[in-house]
């Protein structure tokens, strides 16, 4: 069964960067679209990023076009997040999910499998 575990969230100042790793464990990562989604206090979970199981595709919602990149390493069963240029608006908990056998997407709902998420806190 597929696990998934999300790293390298923490506290930085507006304008920083981070890097947020998904680990996956148990099976291969060749066959899962992957996304990444966060969620803010008081808020619904939101789509951020998603990849094409080969990586060939990638989506990015408008709010983070420009900042955010996402990429994948599917030897290392690894999905990435460099995010550069951070407002204090990013600030929520960070997810990753997996599809299996689906176009990359934005939607939690197109998901069925989730890591337990990191706190990406940016502020002064």
């Known amino acids: 069964q597929l696990q998934l575990v999300e790293s390298g969230g923490g506290l930085v100042q507006p304008g920083g960067s981070l890097r947020l790793s998904c680990t996956a464990s148990g099976v291969s990562l060749d066959y899962y679209a992957m996304g990444w989604f966060r969620q803010a206090p008081g808020k619904e979970r939101e789509g951020v990023s998603a990849?094409?199981?080969?990586?060939?595709?990638?989506h990015y919602t408008d709010f983070v076009k420009g900042r955010f990149t996402i990429s994948r390493d599917n030897a290392k069963k690894m999905v990435f997040l460099q995010m550069n240029s951070l407002k204090p608006e990013d600030t929520a908990v960070y997810y990753c999910a997996a599809a299996y056998l689906a176009a990359p997407s934005l939607f939690p709902k197109d998901y069925s499998q989730w890591g337990q998420g990191t706190q990406v806190t940016v502020s002064s």
């Open positions: 990849i094409s199981s080969r990586g060939g595709t990638t």
